[in-house]
């Protein structure tokens, strides 16, 4: 039986299933996949490492830097996609170059893997985001005794041979395809920082302020 373990739970049981309205008192859990990408030859490619520990899932899979959310810290999606590619490459993302194409959560029995179980069979939500960034930086092998050396595969290879790649990537290698060709224009379709915004209107403010030089 599921271990919801909380006053929900005769509404849990009771419930019809709503694929448009997660239960909200799962415990939660979120994961990032992030694809660094450049261009060499007019050849698209991205940067993968193969997984290299028998003991994890997804053994000799080729993953792009990226991980699980911090649940304890209820670390935010978009915040773990920067930390993991620091851990794991060494490579420093900007913010405004970091692009989410993909984001899906589902029902899972499991902990750390989203596999699209029943409603009553849910003991956790998980939610996995795919993200874009150019490859602006060499990556470093950080984690020798978890992934193998970073390489660029151009893209039109992994399109023929997508079981080489992690489940979400494999499944979504054309939609990342697409949007890295579209790249340019999403990112300039991203919602204004407000915040920086605020701050060049202050700038812009003070500098009307100061007296004139003529």
């Given at each position: 039986?599921?271990?919801?373990?909380?006053?929900?739970?005769?509404?849990?049981?009771?419930?019809?299933?709503?694929?448009?309205?997660?239960?909200?008192?799962?415990?939660?859990?979120?994961?990032?996949?992030?694809?660094?990408?450049?261009?060499?030859?007019?050849?698209?490619?991205?940067?993968?490492?193969?997984?290299?520990?028998p003991n994890k899932d997804f053994y000799l899979k080729l993953n792009?830097?990226?991980?699980?959310?911090?649940?304890?810290?209820?670390?935010?999606?978009?915040?773990?996609?920067?930390?993991?590619?620091?851990?794991?490459?060494?490579i420093v993302l900007r913010n405004e170059k970091l692009l989410k194409?993909?984001?899906?959560?589902?029902?899972?029995?499991?902990?750390?893997?989203?596999?699209?179980?029943?409603?009553?069979?849910?003991?956790?939500?998980?939610?996995?985001?795919?993200?874009?960034?150019?490859?602006?930086?060499?990556?470093?092998?950080?984690?020798?005794?978890?992934?193998?050396?970073?390489?660029?595969?151009?893209?039109?290879?992994?399109?023929?041979?997508?079981?080489?790649?992690?489940?979400?990537?494999?499944?979504?290698?054309?939609?990342?395809?697409?949007?890295?060709?579209?790249?340019?224009?999403?990112?300039?379709?991203?919602?204004?920082?407000?915040?920086?915004?605020?701050?060049?209107?202050?700038?812009?403010?003070?500098?009307?302020?100061?007296?004139?030089?003529?």
């Open positions: 039986m599921n271990n919801i373990g909380n006053k929900n739970l005769f509404q849990y049981w009771n419930s019809p299933y709503n694929e448009y309205e997660m239960i909200s008192y799962l415990p939660e859990r979120k994961m990032t996949q992030l694809i660094l990408f450049t261009e060499i030859e007019n050849e698209i490619c991205l940067l993968l490492a193969q997984r290299i520990n792009g830097p990226g991980g699980k959310a911090i649940h304890e810290k209820n670390e935010n999606i978009d915040v773990c996609v920067i930390r993991e590619c620091f851990e794991e490459a060494e194409i993909f984001e899906e959560t589902c029902y899972s029995t499991k902990e750390w893997i989203a596999e699209n179980c029943l409603q009553k069979e849910a003991y956790y939500t998980v939610t996995l985001a795919i993200y874009l960034h150019p490859l602006e930086e060499p990556p470093k092998q950080t984690e020798p005794h978890t992934l193998g050396p970073w390489h660029l595969y151009k893209i039109k290879d992994l399109l023929k041979h997508r079981n080489e790649l992690v489940p979400v990537l494999g499944e979504n290698i054309e939609l990342i395809d697409g949007k890295i060709k579209t790249y340019e224009q999403d990112v300039l379709e991203l919602p204004i920082n407000i915040q920086k915004l605020e701050e060049k209107w202050k700038n812009n403010h003070n500098e009307l302020k100061k007296p004139s030089t003529f």
